[in-house]
């Protein structure tokens, strides 16, 4: 059974960093493009950044010039390096990923993390 598994998450002050990992289990083929998304309180899941098989980067204009998203593909890992946090960039950080299951069903699918609570006090 494939699992992405978040972590990293915290309390820390504005100004500070974080580093977010999620880690990919479980019998893969192959991984393709994977994704960091956020949800903070009452507001709508925003895509923060993602990257391709081939390394390939894009962030959204929110956290461009402070967080970079990186992945170990000998270690099915995704990074996210959160640098000058800010307040706005607290809530729930989840990891998505498209990949090829062992087992299971056919071709690329879409799996989830469960998230990692990222809060940021002013």
């Known amino acids: 059974q494939v699992q992405l598994v978040e972590s990293g998450g915290g309390l820390v002050q504005a100004g500070g960093s974080l580093r977010l990992s999620c880690a990919a289990s479980?019998?893969?083929?192959?991984?393709?493009?994977m994704y960091w998304y956020r949800q903070a309180p009452g507001k709508q899941l925003e895509l923060v950044a993602s990257?391709?098989?081939?390394?390939?980067?894009d962030y959204a204009d929110s956290v461009k010039g402070r967080f970079t998203i990186s992945r170990d593909n000998a270690k099915n890992t995704l990074y996210l390096q959160m640098n000058s946090l800010k307040p706005e960039d607290t809530g729930v950080y989840y990891c998505n990923a498209l990949l090829v299951p062992m087992y299971g069903s056919r071709g690329y699918q879409d799996y989830w993390g469960q998230g990692t609570q990222v809060t940021v006090s002013s």
């Open positions: 479980g019998h893969i083929v192959t991984i393709d493009a």
């Open positions: 990257i391709t098989s081939s390394d390939i980067a």
